[in-house]
């Protein structure tokens, strides 16, 4: 209920999200194991699903970690920009995988989906048939269409994995918020900033068979629920959620919301150099 971004800027909270390095531990990019080293080196699989762009600036670094996994799949290979096909594409690829077996739930999985969402143009994020019932012509309107959108996709995602046998969980999260006007998103930059454009969904889902072997997890994601997390965190998230514990400088239960001892003492933002202004 009180998710923030680490940084205002894509690439920036990928960059920290993605590896072990934090705002709290001091240790960089560069320096860092990311989700996928983990879960290979752990014997597990990693699969990534991508309707972002391959190449440049806002894109390269998360293209390296991606391209670790063992099965990597864009919508649009060595590309550029944003994209405009909808979201659902990367869907359809994962109902493909799981009918041909390609991938093994008996095994220990990561698999990330990266997703358009919201992002800027939000009248491009959702096909033309989809909802025609909402009409929408502003870029506040398309904005919540875009977020309807964004709803469908991962309630297709979640109704996937709700079915299957072997202990799945989802987690959920956006890499920043937007402050919208009447003419487009205001600029996000740090001499501009407002804690709008940090505020984020967090959202945690469990099937059946989760509930039942990691009920623990579970229960301190639920107790957790109002802490305030930066989704800088969301490695340390994911290891506790996978059950995966590792040795490593920074890695810390505090850090992990599925964990009994979850505890930001100083919640921040923008690699520190904002602090969360509603923490008590």
């Excluded at 079915?163 to 006007?181: A, E, M, R």
């Excluded at 920074?250 to 964990?259: A, H, N, R």
Aim: with cysteine; net charge positive; hydrophobic share 35%.
């Amino acid at each position: 209920n009180n998710a923030y971004s680490n940084h205002i800027l894509t690439i920036k909270v990928l960059e920290m999200a993605l590896t072990q390095s934090n705002q709290y531990n001091d240790l960089d990019y560069f320096n860092s194991n990311s989700l996928i080293d983990v879960i290979n080196k752990s014997g597990g699989k990693s699969y990534w699903y991508s309707n972002q762009s391959t190449h440049g600036r806002m894109n390269a670094k998360v293209t390296y970690v991606a391209n670790k996994s063992d099965k990597t799949f864009f919508t649009r290979d060595n590309s550029l920009g944003h994209s405009r096909v909808p979201d659902y594409k990367i869907v359809e690829e994962l109902k493909k995988d799981i009918k041909n077996n390609a991938i093994n739930f008996e095994k220990r999985n990561i698999i990330v989906f990266h997703m358009m969402g919201s992002h800027f143009w939000p009248c491009n994020r959702y096909p033309t048939t989809f909802r025609p019932d909402i009409k929408a012509k502003t870029i506040g309107e398309c904005y919540i269409k875009s977020v309807i959108y964004n709803d469908y996709v991962l309630d297709e995602i979640i109704n996937i994995f709700s079915k299957k046998n072997q202990p799945v969980s989802v987690v959920y999260f956006s890499d920043h918020g937007v402050k919208l006007t009447d003419n487009g998103e205001e600029k996000r930059s740090l001499s501009n900033y407002k804690q709008i454009m940090s505020e984020i969904p967090l959202m945690v889902f469990f099937n059946k068979k989760y509930k039942e072997s990691f009920g623990n997890k579970v229960s301190n994601i639920k107790r957790n629920k109002n802490k305030i997390f930066t989704n800088d965190l969301i490695f340390d998230l994911s290891l506790g959620l996978l059950n995966i514990n590792i040795e490593s400088k920074g890695v810390k239960k505090e850090f992990d919301l599925s964990s009994q001892n979850f505890n930001l003492k100083m919640p921040l933002t923008n690699h520190g150099i904002h602090k969360v202004l509603n923490f008590k």
